[in-house]
């Protein structure tokens, strides 16, 4: 998956001379935690984060008066505050590659840029989206978490026997066990029993760390659907 599949299209954006309180304003309003700052040419030459503009408030502030501080926080300018060296990817980078980025850099939205323009905005919301998708977490059906080899095969033994029961695989995902030999495989299986699944599984060798039936969950409708959280 790439990141131009799941990438807002329309970012919010702000120029340089947009004042920190303007800016404060359209993010709340936006429902998003980062703004790409263009310049008059609409070319990207910046980016400044709700941090960066709470963090800034006290700093300016301290020895002002009230009347003082307001006056400054008017006229304080989001060029004067915005992160001038971004990171940055482009659409057709990998979906997994974004969020290694953000994690490595301890940063929660990446601008997508092609050509040299902003095309739109990757953000951990985003990324958060999918990794439901990937559990199957909004959709109702029995749940297992097993513990198994780490070896070739074992991933076809699993889908082979929930096959033979007449299950449908609504998710399939793998995580590193406890040491090298081990794997966690999470699978979400619909019109099989469960007591039947349990069995199937135990028969195979594989340790069963968790069985639960899931309920489905309707898709969020608020802050998490805006653009660019």
């Not at 935690?33 to 400044?48: C, S």
């Not at 980025?101 to 999918?130: A, C, E, S, Y």
């Not at 998710?171 to 406890?178: E, I, N, V």
Request: net charge negative; proline share 5%.
């Amino acid at each position: 998956m790439l990141v131009a599949e799941r990438m807002s299209t329309s970012p919010v954006t702000v120029t340089e001379d947009t004042t920190m309180n303007v800016a404060l304003r359209v993010m709340r309003q936006a429902h998003v935690r980062r703004l790409p700052v263009l310049d008059e040419e609409g070319n990207m030459v910046g980016i400044v984060s709700e941090k960066d503009l709470l963090y800034a408030s006290p700093s300016i502030a301290t020895s002002l008066s009230i009347y003082e501080m307001h006056d400054v926080l008017t006229r304080l300018k989001v060029s004067e505050l915005m992160t001038r060296e971004v990171i940055t990817v482009t659409p057709n980078t990998l979906l997994e590659d974004a969020a290694r980025i953000m994690v490595d850099n301890v940063i929660g939205g990446l601008p997508v840029v092609q050509g040299g323009r902003l095309v739109g905005i990757i953000t951990q919301t985003d990324i958060f989206k999918v990794f439901l998708e990937l559990l199957g977490a909004r959709e109702e059906g029995l749940r297992l978490t097993l513990e198994i080899p780490e070896r070739k095969g074992e991933m076809a033994r699993i889908t082979t026997a929930i096959a033979r029961l007449g299950g449908n695989i609504l998710a399939l995902s793998t995580f590193l066990g406890d040491d090298p030999t081990t794997a966690v495989v999470t699978v979400k299986v619909e019109d099989a029993p469960m007591d039947e699944l349990i069995a199937a599984m135990t028969e195979l060798g594989f340790k069963i760390r968790d069985a639960r039936e899931t309920p489905p969950w309707p898709a969020a409708d608020i802050g998490s659907t805006q653009p660019g959280s």
